[in-house]
């Protein structure tokens, strides 16, 4: 699967699929996929994250408000 993450449109749609879920193992099986994704220098640009950091933060499912939020602008998800 992560090899079809390979654009920001892709990665914003299988992040925003996981976060509608609303289950906590799919977003974190996600935001692994993504992780190891080559969409996701493309994710870290656009939310003006270092990669490395964004990487290390969602293969340990430990994101940061402030990260998870910059995440959600850029895949333009607003939760109801």
Do not use: W, Y
């Not at 609303?22 to 493309?42: D, F, H, I, K, Y």
């Amino acid at each position: 699967m992560t090899d079809q993450l390979n654009t920001l449109e892709a990665v914003a749609a299988c992040l925003a699929a996981a976060f509608e879920s609303g289950n906590a193992e799919t977003m974190r099986a996600a935001l692994a996929m993504v992780a190891g994704s080559s969409g996701l220098p493309a994710l870290a640009a656009a939310a003006n994250l270092p990669r490395a950091e964004l990487a290390e933060a969602m293969l340990a499912g430990e994101m940061s408000l402030d990260t998870t939020l910059a995440i959600m602008k850029v895949i333009d998800l607003h939760l109801p």
